[in-house]
């Protein structure tokens, strides 16, 4: 049975000695004189491809038989170092401190995850998850300061936080990484935070982190009737719900994606935080919609249109395809 000392110390372990950005591995001056000879262009530096934010020991806990399972990221890890389309650069997570999590959660709800006893029926205790959430938490800020610093970015960890509220672990969740991660932006200059949400599941967490804040937006487009079976309206005056029947043909998922694009441009948001859960694809074990592997493509490259900085953090998932929409994904939102 773990302690409240021995997760802290978990929490220690994880961040200690693996605080540090992958080193970007210069481009030999020989290789950008052919570059620049080649094309007559001006010359760059600055290589087309993702930021991967990630450690893998994520994949360290598990449950039997629980769809969010450690080969979610196991797989698409191998997915993506195999792959030759995509350059990656690979980045640990920074650790996130106490005062980005309390402005998402309560110090109560914080000690709570020390506690050994189950949060419910699909949200199990596991020795160190307070260290696991507050590393997914730190891979969503690193996510956060690579995506203001211009790079295409996406956080390849779990667990996954878009239903954890500010005071209690569910659906699989037990930190809010995106809340926390639009409450950091909020906190450090940025005016104008967005949310956009396309797991199939509706953010529940993040909607009641982020309502009527200033200065956010939140928009979810998930399935209804589905877990956990709110998002059925908009609520407050920022957060914006888009309910899909099940079965919904994927043309018309796509236009009610769209349009939930359109208004999240309409806020006009300086940074847009995305909720990317691939659940909502067509053969997905846990609910029943319609999406094939280009319409993430689409959807990065909707993202990527924007002009903005964009930081994803991955949510749900549980087909085996995972990596296979998780690289079509990322190779429209890089343009690759
Ligand atoms: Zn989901």
């Known amino acids: 049975m773990a302690t409240a000392a021995a997760a802290a110390g ?29 094309h007559g262009a001006k010359l760059t530096t600055r290589l087309p491809g993702m930021k991967i934010i990630t450690d893998e020991r994520c994949t360290g806990y598990s449950a039997p038989g629980h769809p969010e399972r450690p080969e979610r990221i196991r797989s698409t890890l191998a ?27 309560t110090p109560e709800h914080l000690a709570r995850l020390a506690d050994p006893v189950d949060f419910d029926a699909d949200t199990p205790f596991f020795p160190q998850i307070a260290g696991y959430a507050r590393a997914s938490v730190g ?32 659906g699989f969740c037990y930190l809010n990484n995106i809340a926390i991660a639009a409450l950091a932006a909020l906190a450090t200059g940025t005016r104008r935070v967005a949310v956009y949400d396309f797991d199939v599941h509706h953010g529940n967490g993040t909607e009641a982190i982020l ?19 709110t998002g059925t309206r908009n609520l407050g005056n920022n957060c914006f719900n888009y309910p899909v029947p099940p079965q919904t043909p994927r043309i018309e998922y796509r236009h009610i994606l769209s349009s ?11 940074l847009v935080a995305v ?19 280009e319409d993430f493509y689409w959807l990065g ?36």
């Open 139 to 170: 891979a969503a800020l690193t996510a956060l300061a690579a995506a203001r610093n211009g790079e295409p970015v996406f956080s390849l960890m779990r667990p996954p936080g878009h239903h954890a509220m500010r005071a209690r672990a569910m």
């Open 10 to 38: 978990i929490a220690t372990e994880w961040h200690a000695g693996t605080v540090h950005c992958a080193p970007r591995r210069p481009v030999p001056a020989r290789l950008l004189a052919l570059d620049f000879l080649r």
């Open 301 to 336: 490259q909707t993202f990527r249109s924007l002009g903005v900085p964009v930081l994803s953090l991955l949510e749900g998932g549980y087909s085996d395809d995972l990596p296979e929409l998780i690289l079509a994904y990322l190779r429209g939102l890089s343009g690759t």
């Open 260 to 270: 939930a694009f359109e208004h999240l441009q309409a806020f006009k948001p300086e």
């Open 79 to 105: 997915k993506l170092r195999a792959q030759k389309e995509l350059p990656v650069s690979w980045v640990k997570p920074i650790p996130a401190d106490d005062e980005a999590l309390l402005r998402a959660h």
């Open 211 to 229: 309502l009527n804040q200033p200065g956010t937006a939140f928009f979810s487009i998930h399935q209804f009737p589905c877990y956990p079976g």
């Open 275 to 293: 909720s990317a859960g691939f659940d909502c694809y067509a053969r997905d074990p846990l609910a029943q919609e319609t999406l094939e592997a």
